[in-house]
């Protein structure tokens, strides 16, 4: 229970044309505006929120001392139903989350004195309140994908859909693309990756013997930035969170005080270290070293892949039997190159991409193609920072159209999907509205609410 202090006696003060009732006693500390079943909300949390969301550059559409209550009113809603299906959220996710948000923050501000002063609070404070507003959040999360877990859409959904909107609500469907893709790796000189794990052998021993604390080293050498900046500290993570290898190594381990062997993954070689184990989850530190591609072996993979796109163009073999015999795309390599695109967790993979949903480098590429052409090779940067060589090939061009049953199912399956679980989420919340006491306080009613119809069961 969130100790405050309650007060009486108000003013008035306007905000864009709506009158609302506010503290203006000097010794006020705080003042409920709602009430919900039998948790309040106070002015201070809707302050909160608005200058957090003003951090963020949110601009409301409407304003936002009607906006901010309602939703933490909602929040409420599904809070008191997490309680009766008891559901939770780890602590360790929670706190992955507040130490991403807090990183955020203090690099959006500058400084952690600057973060203080904007926040007209002590940075530990800040984390406290960031810890409750995350697991709000996850909690909020969980249960919400509870309902919407309900609704399963059938393809007879989605024709009922197109067949009761009428042409003018017809979705649209952007210019599109279908991209096939070999990628070549450059070859890494053995004593590239010998100089880097001297490297961290050299670490190893430097930690071991005492001479210098692993945190330290992983600041100094760590080619991961994120973790490298907290001292290499990866925080909490279950097995299924990080890469295969590094896992086998890191939940194997059960002496803090020593190093891992070298660990090779996609991203480089590391050396770890365990800081503690809960449960089925570990914290710990790594230090991330990247054996640099010389330019002669870039050079060498281009020339390859050239020779490749030459092959291929001439009728020497096709782009499909190259992907087998050539590529190192392993997410590809068994569909005959063709990229999967998935716009949203959870949905459907599509092969079908908008230009702004490729990567960057094959975008630039396709850009100038025609359908059928083979690119060029070039070299690409993939997520995990691997650089890679590549060619494409533009296999379809979609011009923008409004969506067919026969040529753009997935899409408006997607489209159903969202609007069926939105629909689903609306009525849970209107049924809770019906059987949940609300009460608002005078000044903070004078709204036109996204769900009409609180405090009146």
């Given at each position: 229970m969130k100790l405050?202090?309650?007060?009486?006696?108000?003013?008035?003060?306007?905000?864009?044309?709506?009158?609302?009732?506010?503290?203006?006693?000097?010794?006020?500390?705080?003042?409920?505006?709602?009430?919900?079943?039998?948790?309040?909300?106070?002015?201070?949390?809707?302050e909160d929120a608005r200058q957090e969301a003003s951090?963020?550059?949110?601009?409301?559409?409407?304003?936002?001392?009607?906006?901010?209550?309602?939703?933490?009113?909602?929040?409420?809603?599904?809070?008191?139903?997490?309680?009766?299906?008891?559901?939770?959220?780890?602590?360790?996710?929670?706190?992955?989350?507040?130490?991403y948000r807090y990183n955020f923050y203090e690099s959006r501000m500058g400084s952690r004195e600057k973060l203080e002063e904007y926040w007209k609070m002590s940075a530990e404070l800040f984390r406290l309140k960031l810890y409750e507003t995350c697991e709000t959040e996850m909690i909020v999360s969980k249960v919400r994908d509870k309902i919407m877990e309900r609704v399963k859409v059938t393809p007879g959904d989605v024709r009922r859909y197109m067949r009761d909107i009428s042409p003018d609500e017809i979705p649209y469907v952007p210019n599109q693309v279908e991209v096939q893709i070999i990628t070549m790796d450059p070859v890494i000189p053995q004593e590239e990756i010998d100089a880097v794990k001297s490297d961290l052998r050299q670490y190893t021993e430097r930690i071991t013997s005492g001479e210098v604390p692993f945190s330290t080293l992983a600041i100094l050498y760590s080619e991961d930035p994120e973790s490298a900046k907290n001292g290499g500290d990866c925080g909490f993570v279950g097995r299924g969170?990080?890469?295969?290898?590094?896992?086998?190594?890191?939940?194997?381990?059960?002496?803090?005080?020593?190093?891992?062997?070298?660990?090779?993954?996609?991203?480089?070689?590391?050396?770890?270290?365990?800081?503690?184990?809960?449960?089925?989850?570990?914290?710990?530190?790594?230090?991330?070293?990247?054996?640099?591609?010389?330019?002669?072996?870039?050079?060498?993979?281009?020339?390859?892949?050239?020779?490749?796109?030459?092959?291929?163009?001439?009728?020497?073999?096709?782009?499909?039997?190259?992907?087998?015999?050539?590529?190192?795309d392993k997410d590809t390599r068994n569909n005959n190159g063709l990229m999967a695109n998935q716009p949203e967790p959870g949905m459907p993979k599509t092969s079908k991409y908008e230009m702004q949903q490729l990567p960057p480098d094959v975008a630039k590429v396709i850009d100038r193609m025609h359908v059928g052409e083979v690119s060029d090779p070039f070299t690409m940067q993939l997520r995990n920072g691997k650089v890679v060589c590549a060619i494409v090939k533009l296999k379809n061009k979609i011009t923008g159209h409004k969506a067919t049953m026969a040529d753009d199912y997935e899409e408006l399956h997607r489209i159903v999907s969202e609007i069926r679980r939105e629909e689903a989420i609306e009525k849970w919340i209107r049924e809770k509205q019906r059987t949940t006491y609300v009460k608002i306080s005078e000044g903070w009613n004078d709204c036109e609410f996204m769900y009409p119809g609180w405090g009146k069961q």
């Open positions: 405050r202090h309650i007060v009486l006696g108000t003013a008035v003060a306007a905000f864009e044309g709506v009158s609302f009732t506010l503290s203006a006693q000097n010794n006020v500390i705080d003042e409920v505006v709602w009430v919900v079943g039998d948790e309040a909300i106070y002015k201070s949390e809707v951090m963020n550059g949110v601009h409301w559409d409407g304003d936002p001392y009607c906006i901010i209550p309602e939703q933490l009113a909602v929040n409420k809603l599904f809070l008191n139903q997490a309680e009766l299906d008891s559901i939770t959220v780890s602590p360790d996710d929670v706190n992955d989350q507040v130490e969170e990080i890469v295969p290898e590094f896992a086998a190594v890191a939940f194997n381990l059960t002496d803090p005080e020593k190093v891992s062997k070298i660990v090779e993954t996609e991203y480089g070689f590391h050396i770890i270290q365990l800081i503690e184990r809960l449960g089925d989850r570990v914290r710990v530190r790594h230090i991330l070293r990247k054996p640099r591609i010389p330019m002669s072996s870039i050079d060498e993979c281009l020339s390859r892949l050239d020779t490749v796109a030459q092959n291929i163009r001439s009728g020497k073999y096709t782009f499909e039997s190259a992907v087998t015999s050539f590529s190192s």
